[in-house]
């Protein structure tokens, strides 16, 4: 039976696991807590950076001592395995910890086993507390690693009808300041950005981080299947961060940084390149989540391709009666076969509203 201060603690363990989005990758994020046998806060902590300690680590530090006859509360199964750290199954063990309670097993094939392994050092070992939320709070990694590649969050912004521009192509500023912003938060929890051609042409956006103090820069990607959109000036190359430019195979790429050059095969129906090979190349790169910003015709290929984990809308209190759609055609011709998703929140962002839904699964 899990008590109130077991939920209090993996609460507090699940907070300060999400402190490392952002800076992990291709690492989980992961927070864990420690009760001291009396069941008084003895220490806590987060994975910080990939290759740094791990949560339970940094929380054991701190309990020192008092983590004997304790509990251990951590968002990810204790891992098993000596990599660029030890393990901490061992660590919990040597401790003396009597208790390890943990919301989500680890899919990680060279770490699993850390439950397993504390059971048979004799400690009582629980699974499955707050899983929901640990799983949340942990989406892109425990995708990127369950499916072998890159977790996707499409984002877009549009009026109420649903519309990312005027029929004159005009759509500056159609969110507000503060949806803006928070558009930088997503990009900065991010390990990539993606845009296609027509963003790259129509926009020339940055596409970097501003305004979050301390930010990595994400990779910046833009799909650029004919190499014509993105130009020598074209903001994305003003060296601020690593910049791709994905082109099929056979694309003139002369007036392009060579490093900027990647090289993807076309989709098989359809006039883009590879959404799967694109996520694949990424993830070879150490890309473990990207947020696609744009446009419709990328996303859409994105949708057609199964390729979308999670979509943030910005919704602003505005119409327009014409114009684009936020999403262009997805390979659905009918409504038997629409994707359906469920809204995990809704916010007010300044004026506007943010849905965050995810696909319900088929
Ligand atoms: C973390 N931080 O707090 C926990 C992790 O790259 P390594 O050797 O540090 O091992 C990473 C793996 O360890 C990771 O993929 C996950 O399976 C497990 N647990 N990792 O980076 C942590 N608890
Ligand atoms: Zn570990």
């Known amino acids: 039976m899990d008590t109130a201060a077991d939920i209090t603690a993996m609460r507090r363990a699940i907070t300060l696991a999400a402190r490392g989005l952002g800076s992990t990758s291709p690492n989980p994020v992961v927070g864990c807590v420690i009760l001291d046998a009396a069941g008084a806060p003895a220490g806590e902590g987060f994975h910080r950076r990939a290759g740094g300690p791990h949560a339970e680590v940094h929380a054991l530090r701190e309990a020192g001592g008092r983590a004997r006859g304790g509990t251990a509360y951590v968002t990810l199964e204790p891992c098993n395995h000596t990599g660029r750290t030890g393990p901490c199954a061992q660590a919990l063990t040597e401790a003396g910890v009597s208790r390890v ?8 094939p060279q770490a699993t086993g850390g439950a397993d392994t504390l059971r048979a050092a004799g400690i009582e070992t629980t699974q499955g507390l707050l899983a929901d939320e640990a799983e949340a709070g942990n989406a892109a990694w425990l995708t990127s690693v369950r499916l072998g590649r890159p977790y996707v969050l499409w984002k877009y912004a549009a009026t109420l009808d649903g519309r ?36 790259a042409r129509t926009d020339d956006p940055q596409l970097g981080v501003r305004g979050i103090e301390g930010a990595r820069q994400p990779l910046r990607v833009v799909v650029d299947t004919a190499a014509t959109a993105v130009r020598p000036g074209a903001r994305v190359l003003d060296g601020t961060a690593p910049t791709l430019i994905a082109v099929a195979e056979d694309a003139g790429t002369a007036h392009l940084p060579s490093e900027t050059v990647l090289r993807l095969p076309r989709a098989a129906n359809g006039p883009g390149l590879d959404i799967g090979a694109l996520l694949d190349a990424l993830y070879a790169r150490g890309i473990r989540s990207v947020l696609l910003e744009g446009g419709p015709v990328l996303a859409g290929a994105f949708v057609a391709a199964g390729s979308v984990d999670k979509v943030v809308g910005y919704l602003a209190p505005v119409l327009l009666g014409a114009g684009p759609a936020a999403l262009a055609d997805a390979g659905i011709s009918t409504i038997s076969r629409a994707l359906r998703l469920e809204v995990t929140e809704t916010e007010r962002i300044g004026p506007d509203l943010r849905i965050t839904a995810v696909p319900v699964p088929a």
């Not at 309670?101 to 990680?108: R, S, T």
């Not at 759509?171 to 993606?194: F, G, K, M, Q, Y």
């Open 101 to 108: 309670v943990y919301a989500v097993g680890d899919p990680n």
């Open 164 to 199: 990312i521009a005027a029929a004159d192509a005009t759509s500056r500023w159609i969110t507000s300041p503060e949806a803006r912003a928070d558009v930088h938060r997503l990009r900065a929890e991010a390990d990539a950005v993606i845009v296609g051609s027509g963003t």
